[in-house]
């Protein structure tokens, strides 16, 4: 009895029927390529979904606490260009990545006092400033390549013990990010907010505070972010960024992040970042086409979302 | 199957029954419309006039029992049926688009068009003239809904649904929160809508306002029918008295608090232009204030401006000779207050989160440093789970998942983990079964036995004479008046509210 009921409660579970999908997939893919299932291929795979790994850390914090940002992806761009331009200047990689990294940071802190001081959707703030950082990033790259030269090569071509730093990376800010939502109380108040920032207000919490404190962590995670794709790339050129926003929110969606805000998990998020990785990585080993790896996505997501749906509805 | 229909009746009931999570909402009624009458229905909050109107509707399924709608027998109504069978509802609340004209709103979803099928803007606002002129209307029919007064929308409202040539029509609360003279212009159009042959159930808790306009006047208390009455045949006492039933109702008894001798709470004209008038009253500790009034009087105004959820024009309070005027609902709470909301669903609870989370989210505060202490949390929150009894599988459960009145313990137990000196409740029983009330009753009591301040704002006039020591009476955003000791009855209150009433009105 006690037991059926359990195992009902872990099918209504999106993490746990996320993880299932995962290992149908694989399983799948590995008997129709034997390239797919080996520890390079695997390796390969997280070192490509790092930098949208740790991008949506910050957006699974902003969609949780009732926001949401389509700015990010200029916002790496920004700090990308920043950081490579000030290296291509001369700079050294010390004060030209605590640059970049700082520019991540400030524009989040931007986003998030408008958001939170105006009480306007986040949407169409977001999508305003998205448009204003990209603008910054054309100005300070003046539309050119600039190229690394070589310098800044530890965060994204290095290894530690066999494993790929941008992979180590990922897997610290996920699990810094856990434990900050776990343990502190802003984690919680970042759930309050999201679940109903009415009874929040009410019940005494520092909305506005809070808020920008979320778009702050965001902000890091992103300038993280920045740095390791720049260093990977050896380059930065003004729209280097263009497509995060949607691939995280999409993961984080995937992943059981309710878009309403104040459900979901960063385990999720990361499940649902890895099964994006994995599908168009399983694409590419089987030669299909990358237009309709762009279809495959898109399928996946309304899945994803109707699943969710149909979820939370039965609730 | 039609069965015999007595002649005259367009709507009839039949054993009709309803049951939320922990409520017997609607219980084995029977009723009945008469062709062209006004046929009121009153009762309290919670009486079960709202579940009424929508099983008529078909907006709510009965778990039992049938409706007739002229010969033809329901006992499963959707709203579509309904209106196809000559029903039509005006809800409470106006469900009119703002930026469309009067015109375009009355013919929403069936507008009037052209040979090219484009809409015949010219011949809509004729016929929308026409509709309006039956009933002697004179509403611009080119004015944009925003433009309206409530009283102008409402009409709108009904207007819109006599378009529909309706048989039957279903008003709720038309007149809650208008004043005496739009009230007299609404309750003429209801009276004329009757002499145009149409039934009217009027759906109201203004006594006076029925006495003046039913026909007859069916009594609902606690989802039965207490009685049905012709006009004639009853005065404004023995409608009360049905109404409020009394000797049935006292199922609680006042407990002798020792209250201090001198006040500690003291609000002094305490105002918000618009919203509420000075008001100033002063509270002992151990005391159990209530605040009384129609809805609309600027009871939850009074509550708001209090906690901080808005900010006084003018005014102050102070508790034990310091001021804590409170601009934000978080210094109110470091002051020592608590509110517990009008509708816990919308700003009192996390209903997609878990138990626990609901109890501890606004005390949050009061522990140093940033972690949250999980292990101590949960013993916390175990033991007010069983301070409290409330009724769930475990801390960590989803409160949305829970019954009313255990989530409405989930707000208390959220509330008593900060430790306040001030109760503010703001009708703390709405939507509760009376068991989970009584134990709400017993609280309250024991706060109060504790020192503790309450201020306990109810429509439930029993619930009010039942818990409080003294009662203030507020009409139109000010304090009219006020009971202490013996003279805090349900009549009394009651009497104070409608008297209150008769001087505003000739003021």
């Not at chain 1, 979901?264 to 998020?269: E, M, Q, R």
Request: hydrophobic content about 45%; proline content about 2%.
């Amino acid at each position: 009895m006690t037991r059926s009921l359990a195992l009902r409660g872990l099918l209504r579970n999106q993490t746990f029927i996320l993880f299932l999908t995962l290992v149908a997939f694989i399983i799948i893919v590995s008997s129709l390529s034997s390239h797919f299932l080996t520890l390079s291929n695997l390796l390969n795979v997280l070192q490509q979904i790092a930098v949208v790994g740790i991008i949506t850390v910050g957006m699974t914090v902003v969609i949780l606490s009732g926001g949401l940002d389509i700015s990010v992806g200029t916002v790496i761009s920004l700090s990308a260009s920043v950081t490579a331009v000030m290296i291509g200047n001369g700079a050294s990689v010390a004060v030209a990545v605590i640059a970049g990294f700082a520019i991540a940071v400030v524009s989040q802190v931007v986003n998030g006092v408008i958001i939170s001081l105006t009480k306007c959707i986040p949407i169409i703030i977001t999508l305003g400033t998205m448009s204003i950082y990209q603008g910054f990033a054309l100005l300070v790259t003046g539309g050119y390549t600039h190229n690394l030269q070589g310098a800044f090569q530890f965060l994204g071509r290095s290894d530690v013990l066999y494993i790929p730093v941008p992979v180590l990376v990922l897997v610290a800010v996920n699990i810094l990010v856990f434990l900050l939502l776990k343990y502190l109380k802003f984690g919680r108040r970042v759930y309050v907010l999201g679940a109903n920032e009415n009874a929040a207000f009410v019940s005494g919490i520092n909305i506005i505070g809070n808020k920008i404190l979320v778009y702050t962590v965001h902000g890091v995670t992103a300038g993280i972010a920045a740095m390791v794709l720049v260093s990977r790339v050896g380059s930065a050129i003004a729209v280097m960024g263009t497509g995060y926003e949607l691939r995280s929110i999409a993961a984080a969606v995937i992943g059981g992040v309710s878009i309403m805000g104040g459900e979901g998990t960063i385990l999720g998020a990361f499940l649902g970042v890895v099964l994006l990785g994995l599908i168009s990585n399983a694409l590419n080993i089987l030669n299909v086409p990358s237009s309709f790896q762009n279809v495959a996505l898109g399928v996946v997501i309304v899945l994803a979302v109707i699943i969710s749906t149909m979820g939370s509805k039965r609730k | 199957m039609t069965e015999e229909v007595p002649a005259g009746i367009v709507l009839r009931t039949e054993g009709l029954s309803k049951s939320f999570p922990g409520v017997r909402a609607f219980d084995n009624v029977d009723f009945d419309l008469r062709a062209g009458e006004i046929h009121c229905v009153v009762g309290e909050n919670g009486a079960g006039k709202s579940t009424f109107i929508k099983l008529l509707s078909g907006v709510l399924t009965p778990d039992d029992g049938a409706v007739w709608i002229g010969p033809v027998r329901f006992s499963h109504l959707t709203p579509r049926l309904s209106q196809q069978h000559g029903v039509q509802t005006v809800y409470q609340e106006i469900e009119l688009a703002p930026s469309l004209s009067v015109a375009e709103n009355l013919f929403i979803g069936n507008e009037v068009t052209g040979p090219l099928g484009l809409i015949d803007y010219g011949e809509m606002e004729r016929r929308a003239r026409d509709l309006l002129g039956e009933f002697d209307l004179s509403i611009d029919v080119k004015a944009r809904n925003r433009q309206l007064s409530l009283v102008e929308q409402e009409i709108v409202q009904i207007v819109k649904a006599l378009s529909k040539r309706p048989k039957i029509l279903i008003l709720d609360e038309a007149t809650a929160s208008f004043s005496r003279k739009e009230i007299t212009r609404l309750l003429n159009l209801v009276q004329e809508i009757s002499r145009k042959g149409v039934s009217v159930l009027y759906i109201s808790h203004h006594i006076e306002e029925v006495l003046s306009i039913a026909d007859r006047i069916t009594v609902l208390r606690d989802g039965h029918k207490v009685g049905c009455f012709r006009r004639e045949e009853i005065t404004i006492e023995g409608l009360i008295a049905c109404i409020l039933g009394t000797e049935a109702r006292a199922f609680y008894r006042k407990s002798a608090h020792r209250i201090a001798n001198d006040a500690s709470l003291h609000v002094k004209g305490i105002a918000k232009d618009g919203m509420l008038h000075e008001v100033s009253f002063s509270v002992s500790a151990g005391e159990v204030l209530g605040i009384a009034g129609p809805i609309g009087a600027g009871k939850t105004e009074l509550a708001r401006l209090l906690f901080g959820l808005e900010k006084p024009d003018r005014g102050s309070v102070s508790y034990r000779g310091v001021e804590i005027t409170a601009h934000t609902p978080s210094q109110a709470i470091r002051s020592g207050m608590c509110l517990l909301t009008e509708n816990r669903r919308i700003d009192g609870l996390l209903l997609r989160r878990p138990l626990f989370e609901n109890v501890t989210f606004a005390g949050l505060w009061r522990t140093l440093g940033p972690f949250l202490g999980l292990r101590t949390e949960r013993s916390r929150v175990r033991s007010l789970i069983g301070q409290l009894d409330i009724k769930c599988t475990d801390h960590t459960q989803v409160v949305g998942k829970l019954s009313g009145g255990n989530q409405q313990k989930v707000v208390l137990a959220k509330w008593f983990s900060n430790a306040p000196d001030i109760y503010i409740f703001d009708e703390p029983t709405v939507g509760i079964d009376v068991g989970a009330k009584q134990e709400i009753y017993a609280l309250i009591s024991a706060l109060a036995d504790q020192g503790k301040i309450l201020l306990i704002i109810s429509s439930d006039l029993p619930e009010l004479a039942a818990l409080c020591s003294r009662v203030i009476v507020m009409k139109d955003r000010r304090l009219v008046g006020e009971l202490a000791g013996t003279d805090v009855t349900e009549a009394g209150i009651l009497r104070l509210i409608i008297e209150e009433k008769g001087e505003a009105a000739t003021a």
